[in-house]
């Protein structure tokens, strides 16, 4: 279910403190049973590694969860806070979109957060 034409895409909303990883990265990423989210705060890039085994830092994909929605969410507002803190494109009580770029080298997907841009409620998902 790889499609070559599809750039994987994360939402970051800063209101409720969550990161949503639309639906098509992780299956860009192999589906996974994990993903890691990892963060460089000097280049102010985002990344979403595909694992297979649990670590002290990846997070359970539960895809019977999945189903109906369109994106896996991560809620953690110290996270968001310091997103917040060190991108100055983000801000208190909005919502942003990342379109990224795949390595499938790597199977990483990556995000810049200088390129995050605000959306509005209807472009949500």
């Not at 409720?16 to 993903?35: D, E, N």
């Not at 499938?104 to 810049?112: G, H, L, R, T």
Request: hydrophobic share 40%; aromatic share 10%; net charge positive.
């Amino acid at each position: 279910m790889k499609n070559k034409e599809c750039k994987p895409t994360i939402l970051i909303d800063t209101k409720k403190s969550l990161i949503r990883i639309h639906k098509q990265t992780l299956y860009m990423l192999g589906s996974p049973a994990f993903i890691e989210l990892l963060v460089n705060p000097k280049t102010l890039y985002v990344a979403v590694r595909a694992s297979e085994i649990k670590t002290n830092f990846s997070k359970k994909i539960n895809w019977s969860m999945l189903c109906g929605k369109n994106s896996y969410e991560i809620i953690s507002k110290i996270l968001i806070v310091r997103l917040i803190n060190i991108c100055e494109t983000l801000q208190f009580e909005g919502s942003y979109k990342i379109i990224g770029n795949y390595s499938s080298s790597e199977n990483i997907a990556c995000f810049d957060l200088k390129k995050a841009f605000e959306i509005s409620g209807d472009d949500y998902e």
